[in-house]
């Protein structure tokens, strides 16, 4: 793994803060998403656990935008999926 300056500010240069929380927040929902299901799949807490840690960044972020609507999609939509594969 490497820095990718060059990306970085062509990044910075073209998207405003809140732009640069949200999209972080989404990827960081679909990794807490993706872990859900493989401990749906797996039965693997290993995964749930990995899952809660990645839910709390894609909260901490949807928060960080200042965005409303955007931490309480983000929550709802993880908090169906949590609910569903918690264990019990």
Same mark, same amino acid.
């Given at each position: 793994m490497s820095f990718d300056i060059t990306a970085a500010?062509?990044?910075?240069? /073209?998207k405003t803060d809140?732009? *640069? @929380? *949200?999209?972080?927040?989404y990827k960081w929902? %679909? =990794? /807490? +998403?993706a872990c859900y299901l493989l401990h749906e799949r797996s039965g693997? +807490?290993?995964?749930? +656990? =990995?899952? !809660?840690?990645?839910?709390?960044?894609?909260? !901490?972020?949807a928060? +960080? %935008?200042g965005e409303a609507r955007v931490l309480q999609t983000i929550e709802s939509a *993880? @908090?169906?999926t949590r609910r569903r594969v918690a264990p019990r």
């Open positions: 500010l062509t990044e910075v240069q /073209a809140t732009q *640069i @929380e *949200i999209e972080t927040a929902g %679909s =990794r /807490a +998403l693997e +807490l290993r995964w749930f +656990l =990995r899952a !809660e840690d990645m839910r709390h960044e894609a909260i !901490e972020h928060a +960080l %935008s *993880i @908090e169906t």
